[in-house]
DNA sequence: TTATGTGCAAAGGGTTTGCCTATAC
DNA sequence: GTATAGGCAAACCCTTTGCACATAA
């Protein structure tokens, strides 16, 4: 999610038909300040602090409303959990397969080449790309050789 | 997978340190012959009547198997189901949003760019590339209108 | 023969849903 | 004021695990 102001936020919300609570203002100011892209149980544990009544329920209520507003991605799933991104522009991401562990990657010409090209390889509609580059980060990589 | 004999079957599956059961081979088989990006749930449907004593619980099994030894991805996660495509190399897909859909794509360009530019945009170890094209396919766009 | 895989059942764990209350508009 | 969202609990559903039996090597 891009900077904006309470003002430009509550727009983007009434204009995808949703209300701007607190919950959801707090819980979108954690994403975009976040790039590890966390998923619900993270956030929540994040937000939790800051407002006693925030249920974990509202978390993956409001995930879901941002992804269907198209204001956050869900990028990836590693052992059954969705993780969330706020920034929904064409990006390539990094997976650990072992910790879970999801870096942004600049592979930019490669992104913009996938970005350029996929409305004419497809025949329906394109609404988002994603870029995955799965492996091992190098903390594993180290773990493992020292065990 | 690729066209394979049984016998290079079973070799690919004890070099990964693996028996080639008659349930694996079975799933090995109907993998290799679909381009539909099947969950297990499909696989056990479309195996179960040839074999009568498979389980759903064997399909899960094989398909861990097969990931762990690189001869299958789990290539998306839609509406909580895991998505498997027997083969392995970088290629992209088109998933509708709407339906489930997984289509091949012809991003060759963007495939060739961004297999080779993986391993220098990480500084962990590259095991494979995603690339997925999310949207909504013609059959949806066209009920849509209809409706 | 012996380690590995299968079948079954039951548990596990992330996510969703129904209902009532609270609140944004 | 009214439709929408939050809080809570219980349900849902895909997936995994433990154990005894079967089987590939």
Not at 28 to 54: T, W
Not at 86 to 107: M, P, Q, S, W, Y
Request: net charge positive.
């Amino acid at each position: 999610m891009k900077r904006m102001t309470d003002r430009q936020l509550r727009s983007a919300f009434n204009a995808a038909g949703l209300r701007l609570t607190r919950q959801r203002l707090l819980i979108c100011r954690e994403l975009a300040g976040r790039y590890d892209h966390p998923d619900v149980e993270h956030l929540y544990r994040a937000v939790k602090p800051r407002m006693r009544q925030m249920s974990l329920f509202t978390v993956y209520r409001t995930m879901n409303a941002l992804e269907s507003a198209g204001m956050a991605w869900r990028v990836a799933t590693w052992k059954g959990h969705a993780r969330y991104d706020g920034n929904v522009e064409t990006h390539a991401h990094f997976l650990c397969e072992k910790c879970g562990r999801i870096d942004n990657v600049a592979a930019h010409d490669a992104c913009r080449e996938m970005a350029s090209q996929a409305q004419k390889c497809v025949e329906g509609s394109v609404r988002r790309v994603e870029m995955m580059i799965v492996g091992e980060c190098v903390a594993c990589q180290t773990a493992a050789a020292g065990a």
